[in-house]
């Protein structure tokens, strides 16, 4: 099994509202990433996590919350999001971080987001 | 810091001709580098890597890039376009643990 799952294809969410975004891979990665991609632009990094342990967090405002229950499932807690969120949020998931050679990102098919 | 550029928001070429997509990296220790492709509304499937192994990849769907140390380069090519090549490239650079992507090609192809 190659692929990066992620569940749901679409959400559309009120301000006050708290949903979650699922990712799943079945490859044995050790290294998961959540990224946020506008329109016409490339994919931006959030987080990363290694080994179940968030390894980076590029400042992202804490109402994206992370969580990785265990190597294959990582989760995206969304709560009070601004309309400027709407965007395509897309998960990838790697062997690991260094000391891996090339460190090919396999990429999901994203979430599309709507915040009204 | 390492960084990306493509040249050129928007290629088009007519079905049957060669395309060139154009990717200049920056990076401070050899990199590794990436082809990404997007079509609409999808996730990002990758189309070749250079991991020093050898300076022409040859990747999926006919693409091939070659690696320019001197250039610094990273071009995307393929001999004879086709209608569902239509979509989004980003050229990508790996230091240690994160990609860095470039801004993104959109490929147009006519008929």
């Known amino acids: 099994d190659t692929e990066v799952t992620q569940t749901p294809k679409h959400l559309v969410m009120g301000m006050t509202n708290k949903k979650s975004l699922k990712c799943e891979q079945h490859m044995g990665h050790r290294a998961m990433y959540w990224y946020k991609q506008k329109a016409k632009k490339p994919p931006e990094l959030m987080f990363v996590?290694?080994?179940?342990?968030?390894?980076i967090n590029e400042s992202v405002p804490s109402r994206f919350s992370p969580e990785c229950p265990n190597s294959s499932l990582l989760n995206l807690h969304l709560h009070a999001l601004q309309p400027e969120d709407s965007a395509l949020y897309l998960c990838?998931?790697?062997?690991?971080?260094?000391?891996?050679?090339?460190?090919?990102?396999?990429f999901g098919p994203g979430t599309r987001l709507t915040v009204l | 810091a390492q960084s990306v550029t493509q040249l050129g928001s928007h290629v088009s070429v007519s079905e049957g001709a060669l395309v060139l997509l154009r990717c200049n990296y920056s990076s401070s220790v050899p990199p590794y580098l990436f082809w990404y492709v997007q079509y609409p509304n999808q996730g990002l499937q990758l189309l070749l890597k250079y991991t020093s192994a050898a300076t022409l990849v040859k990747g999926i769907n006919g693409f091939e890039a070659e690696f320019k140390k001197s250039e610094t380069s990273f071009h995307l090519t393929k001999p004879s376009a086709h209608m569902s090549d239509a979509a989004e490239y980003f050229c990508a650079v790996r230091v240690y643990s994160t990609l860095t992507f470039g801004k993104g090609t959109m490929l147009l192809v006519s008929p």
């Open positions: 996590y290694s080994y179940e342990k968030l390894s």
């Open positions: 990838a998931s790697s062997q690991g971080l260094a000391g891996v050679t090339y460190n090919e990102q396999f």
